[in-house]
């Protein structure tokens, strides 16, 4: 089944530790993104793909890193300077950019 | 400033009731309005809006848009306990020539039996 991956669901972080969240599909899409969810607020993007080995920041990309040297991966690095880490990420791809987005399962990431 | 806003930010009805989410924005170079439900963890997509009053359907779940009035409503009828969820709604739109979207807070809706 195709489909969008993320893991691991759920993740620790230790202070100044960096920490990666690992975001694959299988659907053949060209865009990806990364957002992250607080309570009580809509979902905010944090970097989006378009294409391979591309890739730009979103509206609160301070602290995260991406890289995408696959189509089917997108990963997305929280780093020590992100100092509040605390949330739930959600990793997404589509066709075209910004059309009908599917959702991976998220990641809830806390700090120890 | 670009914005969406949903109202309301919660809301508790019991089954065989009829709701109405509501989905106001303000944003330049509108594109279309898209409707998640989000169950758990994973949203999963509901409608696309692009024209104004065609309504989209979908079993017990209908959507439309006012482009004049700049809002969207997703009515959800004879409500079951499996619509519990937060429903998002996000507004695609075009800023400095690069597409943008932007979610709004989202709804959370509980079913009672």
């Known amino acids: 089944d195709g489909g969008i991956t993320q893991s691991p669901k759920y993740l620790f972080r230790k202070e100044g530790q960096n920490v990666t969240l690992s975001c694959e599909q299988n659907?053949?899409?060209?865009?990806m993104y990364w957002y992250r969810q607080d309570p009580g607020q809509g979902l905010r993007l944090i970097y989006y793909?378009?294409?391979?080995?591309?890739?730009q920041k979103g509206d609160i990309a301070e602290g995260y890193s991406v890289s995408r040297e696959k189509k089917e991966s997108f990963p997305l690095t929280v780093t020590s300077a992100q100092k509040n880490p605390t949330a739930f990420y959600l990793c997404?791809?589509?066709?075209?950019?910004?059309?009908?987005?599917?959702f991976g399962s998220g990641t809830q990431l806390s700090v120890l | 400033e670009d914005k969406v806003v949903q109202s309301p930010l919660s809301l508790v009805v019991h089954e065989g009731d009829t709701v109405t989410l509501n989905c106001s924005y303000e944003?330049?170079?509108?594109?279309?309005l898209l409707w998640y439900k989000q169950e758990k963890k994973a949203p999963t997509f509901l409608f696309m809006l692009?024209?104004?009053?065609i309504e989209k359907k979908s079993g017990r779940l209908s959507s439309i848009l006012d482009k004049k009035e700049l809002f969207s409503i997703l009515n959800i009828t004879a409500t079951q306990t499996g619509d519990s969820a937060v429903y998002l709604c996000?507004?695609?739109?075009?800023?400095?020539?690069?597409?943008?979207?932007?979610f709004g807070q989202g709804t959370t809706l509980q079913v009672k039996p």
């Open positions: 997404a791809s589509s066709y075209l950019t910004n059309e009908k987005l599917f």
């Open positions: 659907l053949n899409h060209d865009a």
């Open positions: 793909s378009q294409i391979v080995n591309d890739f």
């Open positions: 944003v330049t170079n509108f594109r279309s």
């Open positions: 692009t024209s104004s009053g």
């Open positions: 996000a507004v695609e739109f075009v800023s400095s020539n690069t597409g943008k979207l932007i």
